[in-house]
């Protein structure tokens, strides 16, 4: 953190600077508020005509230096004390004396009058290129503002940088990718500002709250601004008169803030002190402050009894009726008294908002006084950030001791998810449903959750009995429809039922027009993405992943990280691993060590594309994980485990191993009643290189769906061997939106062309091949086939990789179910005609790494 930080998102300011320093030119002005790195893009720039051999000069401006004559330039000039003119002509003389020259004068907003006016005849006598660097919304001396104004000098404003390139610098400086939510609030909290964000960095990551997680860099504590740059922002702030300071307080506690509340709290006159100071800026109706770091300054050095009494004057001018969630935050840290009422309807609000912390926190509150509901919104906050054995402690005691049936059957319902999804034990969950089953109150809810229960651990004969009558019944709340929905979803998506599926997702309130309101919504939309993914309508998948991540981009716990497994699992419908790997990446950063469910749907959706990708060492410890143990509530999403390990097998070079998986999860998914699920097991079959067995059962399935027409195409066209025909599938699956599949079937229609002699059509469906696999960032077996053609057979060409790879002829005959003989045997003949010997000249011609 201490070297110097690269200059991203800068190169075309550095290229206009280095431009307007060339010889012969006059130079150029930057100007930008402070921290906008304008003296380090200069010396950067400066850098070049220094390497030519000119004599590169810098004069400072300063508060310090500004009383004295020609102070910019002490040290650099040598100017006995005269007259104005006298001493002015020869700072001038001795300039001229050191050509080739560039004079670079930062903080010119600061310079003393004769210096200004050095710098002035200097550019208007083109005696040499200047750089000049100025602080914008500073008083500058006429002289100076006079080189722009006049057009003497050409200006550059250096405006903020964006997200984009706040995350690119960040990344470079780190040396490693960093997690989309902490680069947005870096960015947001810094503004955009390299100065401010290079001292909030350097404290953070020195403090070890920023760190890598499985590789990806994030905040992994809360933030604490570090001495330095508190002593930085204390200086910019300056010291502020009492009623400021007012003023600055109560809009760092309760941003936004509107005009006329903080003119009743404070004053007109105080507000617009404020506001021309540049501390917080208003558009006539609203207050913020200035710049976000403000407000952690000024947080942090104010006193607990000051703040709450400055939160409790403002929430006492919020109206609750229309968001009750800043009165309730405002209130419980003020010095009001306590309003469980509005806390728990804040709790309800910040849940449907999918704000899990703040959500428990004000239940929390609510439930201090014992209320039922609240403390069921409690619970169901707690258990949907990982906290079982919380949730489960309240849970048990409000069954016990409720006061009333209805709410009892409530308790053991909460309990029933608690238990199957957070807490990992269906049969417990079983006897809760059945507990609440008994009480004989809310039968809707205890349908709903029972069709749930079913739907996650893979019995989906109950679920499409029962289900569409309760699909199309008056549900009583939006949980109640979510539960029913997802389960409707399950069983629609994986028996390949459309129709169902999307009202299924209406139901549910995953529709064009808005998203599910609650945390269980993102188990909807996952499984309404699997129904897409399955059917081959990804387009539809990725519409609804997209809506779900944006409700969720900016929010704090496990709904921001469901929200990026769902956009995965969509980019992987359709064929897009590249994508799918930047979202699922950073969600297994945030759930690899949490105990939250969906990291089990995380991991095997990595696993997959880890594997699409050939990436068989970040593959290999997930797919040992999978094979290990599922979770029980994602019994009906094993066939998906099974790929994700075929493909990890494909990308570590044992492709026989890699059928077996798709073939197993065949069978799986034709003995549980999953056609749509059966008919993508055979597909990757297929794509990894064995039609035998695949291309009858498609035949069976081909009217299912789109996928499983063009998977039974596929099979067809891999069995006879033509070529011509596997081209059109490409095109099929590429029209359909599976860009792997399409690259597949391309790499193989190559291979085909290739083995028949054809070498013209080969290398024009290579090309074909290759430009998928660029589009969709894969690197199957077919495709590495077709990227290096080799004279072996497919026996030998997967032994001599697991060799390559660091197997011994022993491991590879266990993984094969080969002898070592025959091993040996394969390893000889892939040798000779590679006229290779050794491994690792092996592994060079394979492309193995």
Not at 416 to 432: F, I, V, Y
Request: net charge negative; proline share 6%.
């Amino acid at each position: 953190m201490e070297r110097l930080w690269p200059l991203t998102g800068r190169d075309e300011e550095l290229r206009r600077i280095a431009a307007a320093i060339r010889p012969g030119r006059a130079g150029i002005v930057v100007a930008g508020p402070a921290g906008m790195g304008k003296t380090r893009l200069a010396r950067e720039a400066l850098a070049g005509p220094r390497g030519r051999g000119a004599t590169v000069l810098w004069a400072h401006g300063s508060a310090a230096a500004r009383p004295y004559p020609l102070g910019a330039f002490a040290g650099v000039l040598d100017i006995p004390a005269g007259d104005a003119a006298e001493t002015i002509g020869r700072a001038l003389e001795q300039l001229a004396q050191r050509q080739p020259l560039v004079l670079a004068v930062d903080d010119a907003h600061l310079l003393d009058e004769h210096s200004a006016i050095v710098l002035h005849r200097l550019v208007v006598r083109r005696l040499a290129p200047v750089v000049v660097t100025l602080r914008t919304g500073e008083p500058a001396p006429d002289t100076v503002t006079s080189l722009w104004k006049d057009d003497h000098l050409p200006r550059l404003d250096l405006t903020p940088l964006d997200v984009s390139e706040t995350t690119g610098l960040v990344a470079r400086v780190l040396g490693g990718p960093v997690d989309s939510a902490s680069a947005q609030r870096l960015w947001a909290l810094t503004q955009g500002s390299p100065l401010f964000l290079r001292h909030l960095l350097a404290g953070e990551v020195a403090a070890g709250r920023f760190a890598p997680t499985t590789g990806i860099w994030r905040w992994t504590r809360e933030l604490a601004i570090s001495p330095e740059l508190t002593d930085l922002l204390e200086r910019e702030i300056g010291a502020l008169p009492a009623g400021v300071q007012d003023v600055v307080d109560m809009v760092a506690l309760a941003e936004p803030v509107t005009v006329p509340t903080l003119c009743t709290l404070t004053s007109p006159a105080d507000v617009e002190r404020a506001e021309g100071r540049g501390l917080v800026r208003t558009n006539g109706l609203i207050a913020r402050l200035a710049h976000p770091l403000y407000g952690e300054v000024r947080r942090a050095v104010m006193g607990t009894l000051r703040a709450r009494r400055l939160r409790g004057q403002v929430a006492r001018t919020l109206d609750a009726s229309p968001d009750p969630i800043p009165r309730a935050v405002l209130t419980l840290d003020s010095d009001l008294s306590p309003d469980p009422a509005l806390f728990l309807q804040a709790a309800e609000a910040a849940t449907r908002m999918y704000d899990l912390p703040l959500a428990e926190r004000l239940a929390r509150a609510a439930a201090a006084t014992g209320d039922p509901l609240a403390r069921l919104v409690h619970a169901g906050a707690l258990s949907w950030l990982s906290r079982g054995d919380e949730a489960e402690a309240i849970l048990a005691d409000l069954a016990a001791s409720a006061p009333d049936e209805g709410t009892r059957a409530m308790a053991q319902l909460h309990r029933t998810g608690n238990l199957l999804w957070t807490m990992a034990s269906p049969d417990k969950a079983r006897e809760a449903l059945a507990a609440a089953e008994a009480t004989g109150a809310a039968p809707l809810y205890v349908g709903a959750m029972s069709l749930a229960l079913a739907a996650a651990v893979g019995e989906i004969e109950p679920v499409l009995a029962r289900g569409p009558a309760l699909l199309r019944t008056e549900l009583p709340d939006d949980l109640a429809r979510i539960l029913v929905g997802s389960a409707v979803s399950a069983a629609a998506a994986v028996t390949g039922d459309r129709a169902l599926l999307d009202e299924a997702a209406a139901v549910g309130g995953l529709t064009a027009d808005r998203v599910p309101t609650g945390i269980p919504g993102f188990g909807l939309a996952d499984l309404q993405v699997l129904g897409h993914r399955l059917a081959g309508t990804p387009d539809v998948a990725e519409d609804q992943a997209r809506r779900m991540q944006a409700a969720s981009a900016d929010l704090p716990g496990p709904a921001r990280l469901m929200g990026l497994v769902v956009a995965g699992h969509a980019a992987l419908a359709a064929g897009r691993v590249g994508d799918a790997l930047v979202a699922l990446r950073e969600a297994w950063a945030g759930l690899a060590e949490s105990g939250h469910e969906f990291r089990f749907r995380c991991r095997t959706l990595l696993a997959a594309a880890l594997g699409q990708a050939g990436l068989a060492e970040e593959a290999a410890p997930l797919c040992a994980e999978i094979a290990a143990g599922q979770h029980p509530a994602y019994r009906l999403l094993l066939s998906d485990d099974l790929l994700a390990r075929a493909w990890g097998a494909a990308a570590a070079g044992a492709t026989t191993e890699a059928v077996g998986h798709a073939v197993a999860a065949a069978d799986l998914a034709r003995e549980a009643g999953e056609p749509a699920y059966e008919a993508l097991a055979w597909q990757t079959a297929v794509q990894l290189g064995d039609a035998t067995a695949a291309a009858p059962r498609l035949a069976a399935l081909a009217g299912l769906s789109p996928r499983a027409t063009t998977a039974c195409a596929h099979a067809q066209a891999l069995a006879d061997g033509d070529g011509a025909e596997l081209l059109d599938v490409a095109d099929a699956w590429a029209r359909l939106g599976d860009l792997v599949a399409a690259g597949d079937a391309a790499a193989q229609a190559a291979e085909q062309h290739r083995q028949h002699g054809r070498q013209g059509s080969a290398l024009s469906a290579a090309a074909v091949a290759e430009k998928l696999a660029r589009r969709s960032g894969a690197r199957t077996p077919a495709l590495a086939v077709a990227a290096r053609p080799l004279p072996l057979t497919a026996r030998e060409r997967e032994i001599a990789a697991l060799a390559a790879r660091g197997l011994s002829n022993k491991e590879i005959a266990e993984r094969l179910t080969l002898s070592v003989r025959t091993v040996e045997g394969h390893l000889y003949r892939a040798g000779q005609k590679l006229g290779v010997s050794d491994r690792a000249a092996m592994a060079d011609i394979l492309g193995v790494e």
